[in-house]
């Protein structure tokens, strides 16, 4: 079954970094897109950024371009989201989402705190 298991958040001060990584199994890894979400307390969930099957086409919310980098190993079935220049706005919890066959999975989430 398609499993994926996010793991790196943390507690960082604002304009620190964190990289988030999300192992996959369970599925052809190197033939999905990956997406990274997040939700903050009392928000909906919102896509953060996105990654094509290759690694060729990278697409990001305007919150956070220029400050996230989102990459694949498909080697590792691993998605990472290089976060820098974190703001208390990005605290949340991040998610990490694949579409297999029309249906979507997601990760349990991990916890990313802003904050001085």
């Known amino acids: 079954q398609v499993q994926l298991v996010e793991s790196g958040g943390g507690l960082v001060q604002p304009g620190g970094s964190l990289k988030l990584s999300c192992a996959a199994s369970g599925f052809m890894f190197s033939n999905y897109g990956m997406s990274w979400y997040r939700q903050a307390p009392g928000k909906e969930r919102e896509l953060v950024a996105g990654?094509?099957?290759?690694?060729?086409?990278?697409d990001y919310a305007d919150s956070v371009k220029g400050r996230f980098t989102i990459s694949r190993d498909n080697a590792k079935n691993t998605v990472y989201l290089q976060m820098n220049s974190l703001k208390p706005e990005d605290t949340a919890v991040y998610y990490c989402?694949?579409?297999?066959?029309?249906?979507?999975?997601w990760g349990q989430g991990t916890q990313v705190t802003v904050s001085s």
């Open positions: 989402k694949v579409r297999v066959r029309a249906e979507d999975y």
């Open positions: 990654i094509s099957s290759g690694g060729t086409r990278l």
